[in-house]
């Protein structure tokens, strides 16, 4: 069994200090935390340690009669300054957007947990600032409304593909420095039209089949290597959008999808379904759903809907004049 590359490097951590315990039941547990008590997977970690050196029979790391300090405050001002280690982070950042979904458990219990967007820099243009994924595990929506300035107390940072989030746990504290829209009260689990969704901007849930899929590789941006994805293009009655995965895509073109927390973001002009770890992705069944042949005019485009970033273009024209250009070096 292949250990879930979600909790790789932390099984690895673990594997360090407790050289032989099971990394099967040593992700196990991580997951046990993040499903039964919502912890995120790296809060877990020192948790995790001690019950497998405890088990081994070795001395509990900060077993000792005086409790451990607590990790001293980090303040930050950008996301640029915050490393895949930082715990107990306070950031003032911008709320873009916030979707709820219920998670299911082990015990099969729902929980709700929630992720959006958030920027940095808030008081600064648009244009100056990074936007971050951010997963709160603690029923924080009334003061995580869209539009929204917070203070976030107490949260940390996980990694994973060498890309960085932020998580916000039950025990942060958030301080609403401007108020925005309205709270997120209810979780909204509809699927929208493949149309729509194109013209949004944050998490979707959409039904669409599988139009093409091929892999692909990304360059880390440091140079340290490379990270595997999945491309492809999906379609519904009202049109096709591409779409990049970063975790495994396993379905062949022709199967029907759906597909819960996507987010859509723009390649320069153009709309992209992005998959991550937090993307649910399941077989759907609608025999009234359109079949591929029904599908295939929607991979076509026209010269009025070309836009910049566009991939893997289909289109019928007529060519009227051809010029030929010579550039020098």
Not at 24 to 50: G, K, N, Q, T, W
Request: charged share 30%; net charge negative; proline share 3%.
């Amino acid at each position: 069994m292949t250990v879930d590359a979600k909790y790789a490097n932390l099984v690895a951590t673990v594997k360090e200090e407790c050289k032989d315990a099971s990394e099967d039941e040593i992700a196990d547990e991580f997951r046990r935390y993040e499903e039964e008590f919502l912890i995120p997977p790296e809060d877990a970690l020192r948790s995790v340690i001690r019950k497998f050196q405890a088990a081994a029979g070795m001395e509990v790391t900060g077993s000792s009669g005086t409790r451990a300090a607590p990790p001293s405050v980090k303040k930050v001002d950008r996301f640029s300054d915050l490393g895949s280690d930082d715990r107990n982070v306070t950031v003032e950042v911008a709320v873009v957007s916030y979707t709820p979904r219920m998670q299911k458990m082990k015990t099969g219990e729902e929980r709700q947990i929630a992720f959006g967007w958030i920027e940095d820099n808030p008081w600064e243009p648009s244009d100056k600032r990074e936007r971050w994924d951010y997963k709160d595990w603690g029923g924080h929506s009334q003061n995580l409304a869209p539009g929204s300035v917070v203070r976030l107390e107490g949260v940390s940072v996980n990694e994973w593909n060498d890309k960085k989030s932020i998580n916000i746990n039950r025990t942060s504290r958030i301080s609403v420095l401007r108020e925005g829209g309205q709270a997120n009260l209810e979780r909204s689990d509809e699927p929208i039209s493949i149309e729509r969704a194109s013209q949004s901007d944050g998490f979707v849930n959409i039904v669409a089949r599988v139009l093409s899929t091929k892999s692909d590789v990304i360059v880390k941006r440091d140079g340290s290597g490379q990270l595997n994805v999945v491309r492809g293009r999906l379609a519904d009655e009202t049109g096709s959008i591409g779409m990049l995965s970063w975790s495994d895509f396993d379905y062949e073109p022709g199967t029907l999808l759906k597909i819960e927390g996507a987010s859509i973001r723009r390649f320069r002009d153009t709309p992209e379904v992005n998959i991550s770890d937090t993307t649910r992705v399941e077989v759907y069944h609608d025999n009234s759903f359109a079949s591929m042949d029904d599908l295939a005019a929607t991979k076509k485009s026209t010269i009025s809907g070309l836009r910049n970033g566009m991939r893997d273009v289909e289109i019928t024209l007529q060519v009227e004049s051809w010029y030929k250009r010579s550039f020098t070096a």
